[in-house]
C-alpha cells in the first residue's frame, strides 16, 4: 500500500513542478529546443494555461454527465424505452463528429475563444457516459429490483436509493473515460483561441521547437494519468462489492 | 384473512392463472405447489400486485387490494424472494429496516425492531447490525431477506421459492426456524414452492396447481392420503406417500400403555422417526417420554395399522 502511495506521489510533485517553476527543468528539455531559441514556454504562465484548461474539461464534462445520465435515465424507464434507439444515434452522432470540425463550425456562431471548444468536448464527451449509464442502469440484478418493488418503493425512490447508487461505479468508469479522452482533446481549443495547454504544444509546432510540444504534452499527460487514477479509486469506494470486508 | 376470489390472469390468450379462489386464516401457512409453469408465481405476484389481475379479487382482511395504491398495498404485505434480494450497498440493518423507513417509523423505534428481528433469527445484532450482504453466508443472507419481509409486522407475508437457494441442511433448519417464528408472531403466511415435502412441512394447508388452475386445496394429511388426482398423487411422489403420511402423524396419536426397550422418542416426534428407529435398531417398539419422563410405547404393529388404514381407502382408483 505504501509503495502504490509513493507511487502515486512522484507524478503528483513532479506535474506540480512542471506547472509552478517550469524554469527547474530548463537543461533536461534543452537538447530538444532549437539553437538559440527559448527552452521553456514564458509567454504565459503555465499554472494559468492549466487550470483554464482543467477548468474547460470539468465543465464540460460536468454538462456531458448531467445530460447523458438524464438521457440514460429516461431511456431506460418503461416509457422512454422507445426513445433508446434515437437518442443512441444522436449520441453516437456526437461521437463520430470530429472535434475539430465542430470547433470550425461552431467559431461562426459562437466567436473564437472558449465557447467553440466547450461544445465540441461536450459533444465528445457524451457517449461513454451515456453507453455506460445505460449499461449500468439495464444490468442492475434482477432479485434485487423485484425485492425493491415488492417491498413497496415507489419509481423516484427505487431510482434514488437503489439503481442509481448501484449503477453508480459502471457511470463512473464512463465518466472516467470521457474526462480523459476531454483532457487530450481540449489542447487543439487552442486552434480557436481557448487558453488551453495546447497553447504551448501549438507554439512548439509553429517555431519548431520540440521542447515545447514536449513540455505541453507531459503537463496533459500527466494530468490525465493522475485524474484517471484518483477517478479509479472513487470508483472503487463507491463499488457495493468492496463492502464485503 | 386473506381471501382469493376467482383471480385469473390472461397472457396473450394463455390462462396463466384460471379462476383460482381459495382463503388464508390469520395466523396458518398456506403453501401453493406446482411444477414449474403451475401460475403458481403468477398467482403470488398478484397479491402484492406485482401483476395486475385480469379478473378477479383479492381481500385483505376484508378490503379489496384492488382499491389501494399498488406500492401502499405492497407496504403492507411482507415479500421474501428466492436469492433474498437485499440491496447490496445497504447495512443489514438499513436492509432490515427498509419498510419501516418507508412507513415513516421513527428512527430509534426501527433500531428497536431491526435488533428484535435479529435476535429472532439468532443473529446476534451487534455482531451483525453493520455488516453489508456479501459478507453472509447465504443462510445468513435468506434469514436476513425473511426479517426484512417481516419488520413492519405486515398483515400478510407472501415466499416465493425463499430456501430455493439453499443447500439442503441449511433449507431445513431455514424451514425449522420459519415455523417457529411463525407460531411465535401469529404471521400469515403464503409460500410458493414446487417441493411437496416443504409444502407437507411447513403448510397447514397445501394448495396444488397445474396449469393455473388449483387442483386441490386441503389440509397437509389430506393431500397425501387422498390426492384429488393423478396429478397430485405424482407430486407427492407414489412410492414416498406411505412415509410422508406418517411424517404427519405424531406419536401421541398411536401412544399406548407398556414399556418398550432402548433410547425413549420425545412425544412430539412423528411415526416415520419411530418407524426409523425401529427399524434401525431391530425393536418391536419405542418407549415415548414426554419432557423426559416415560409416558407409554408405539408399536411397530400400530404403525403399520395407521399406514394401512390410509392405504386400505387408497383402493378407490384415483381420478384422472
Known amino acids: 500500500m505504501r509503495r502504490r502511495g509513493l507511487l502515486r506521489l512522484i507524478p503528483a510533485l513532479l506535474l506540480v513542478a512542471l506547472v509552478v517553476w517550469p524554469q527547474a527543468f530548463a537543461p533536461l528539455f534543452a537538447p530538444f529546443a532549437p539553437e538559440g531559441g527559448p527552452v521553456i514556454y514564458t509567454r504565459t504562465s503555465l499554472l494559468s494555461l492549466s487550470l483554464s484548461h482543467l477548468g474547460l474539461v470539468a465543465l464540460a464534462s460536468l454538462a456531458a454527465t448531467l445530460i447523458a445520465v438524464t438521457a440514460a435515465v429516461l431511456v431506460t424507464r418503461p416509457a422512454g424505452a422507445a426513445f433508446r434507439p434515437l437518442s443512441r444515434s444522436v449520441v453516437n452522432i456526437g461521437q463520430t463528429f470530429p472535434p475539430v470540425a465542430v470547433l470550425a463550425l461552431a467559431v461562426p456562431v459562437l466567436g473564437f475563444g472558449a465557447g467553440p471548444t466547450l461544445v465540441a468536448l461536450f459533444l465528445y464527451g457524451l457517449l461513454p457516459i451515456f453507453e455506460n449509464a445505460m449499461t449500468g442502469l439495464s444490468t442492475l440484478p434482477p432479485s434485487v429490483m423485484e425485492a425493491a418493488r415488492g417491498i413497496g418503493m415507489t419509481r423516484w425512490r427505487r431510482l434514488w436509493v437503489v439503481e442509481l447508487p448501484l449503477a453508480l461505479p459502471v457511470i463512473l468508469a464512463g465518466v472516467r473515460l470521457s474526462v480523459v479522452i476531454a483532457l487530450g482533446t481540449a489542447t487543439i481549443g487552442s486552434t480557436v483561441a481557448a487558453r488551453t495547454l495546447g497553447e504551448v504544444i501549438i507554439a512548439g509546432l509553429l517555431t519548431n521547437n520540440t521542447a515545447f510540444v514536449l513540455q505541453g504534452g507531459v503537463i496533459v499527460g500527466l494530468f490525465a494519468v493522475l485524474i484517471y487514477d484518483g477517478l479509479t479509486l472513487l470508483e472503487r469506494r463507491l463499488s457495493p462489492d468492496r463492502k464485503a470486508g | ?320
Open chain 2, 1 to 320: 384473512m386473506i381471501e382469493i376470489d376467482e383471480i385469473t390472469k390472461i397472457y396473450q390468450g394463455q390462462r396463466a392463472v384460471d379462476a383460482v379462489s381459495t382463503t388464508i386464516e390469520t395466523g396458518t401457512i398456506a403453501c401453493i405447489v406446482g411444477t414449474s409453469g403451475s401460475g403458481k408465481t403468477t398467482l403470488l405476484r398478484m397479491i402484492n400486485r406485482l401483476v395486475e389481475p385480469t379478473s378477479g379479487e383479492v381481500r385483505l382482511n376484508g378490503e379489496a387490494t384492488s382499491a389501494m395504491p399498488p406500492h401502499l398495498l405492497r407496504r403492507r404485505i411482507g415479500y421474501a424472494i428466492q436469492g433474498h434480494g437485499l440491496f447490496p450497498h445497504h447495512t443489514v440493518a438499513r436492509n432490515i429496516g427498509a419498510v419501516p423507513r418507508l412507513l415513516g417509523w421513527p428512527k430509534a423505534k426501527i433500531a428497536e425492531r431491526v435488533d428484535e428481528l435479529l435476535d429472532l433469527f439468532g443473529m446476534e445484532p451487534s455482531q451483525f447490525r453493520a455488516r453489508y450482504p456479501a459478507a453472509l453466508s447465504g443462510g445468513q443472507q435468506q434469514r436476513v431477506g425473511v426479517a426484512r419481509a417481516l419488520a413492519s409486522r405486515p398483515d400478510l407475508l407472501l415466499m416465493d421459492e425463499p430456501f430455493g437457494a439453499l443447500d439442503p441442511i441449511i433449507r431445513a433448519r431455514a424451514q425449522e426456524d420459519l415455523r417457529r417464528i411463525q407460531r411465535q408472531l401469529g404471521s400469515t403466511i403464503l409460500l410458493v414452492t414446487h417441493d411437496m415435502e416443504e409444502a407437507i412441512r411447513l403448510g397447514d394447508k397445501v394448495c396444488v396447481m397445474d396449469g393455473g388452475k388449483l387442483v386441490q386445496d386441503a389440509a397437509p394429511t389430506r393431500i397425501v392420503a387422498d390426492p384429488a388426482s393423478r396429478f397430485v398423487a405424482e407430486m407427492v411422489g407414489d412410492a414416498e406417500r406411505p412415509l410422508r403420511l406418517l411424517s404427519l402423524i405424531p406419536l401421541s396419536d398411536l401412544l399406548e400403555p407398556g414399556e418398550a426397550p432402548g433410547d425413549p422418542l420425545d412425544e412430539g416426534a412423528n411415526l416415520r422417526d419411530a418407524l426409523s428407529a425401529c427399524l434401525w435398531t431391530g425393536r418391536e417398539a419405542v418407549p415415548v417420554s414426554r419432557d423426559g419422563a416415560p409416558v407409554g410405547r408405539v408399536t411397530l404393529e400400530a404403525i403399520r395399522a395407521a399406514a394401512l388404514r390410509h392405504g386400505a381407502t387408497d383402493d378407490a382408483p384415483v381420478p384422472a
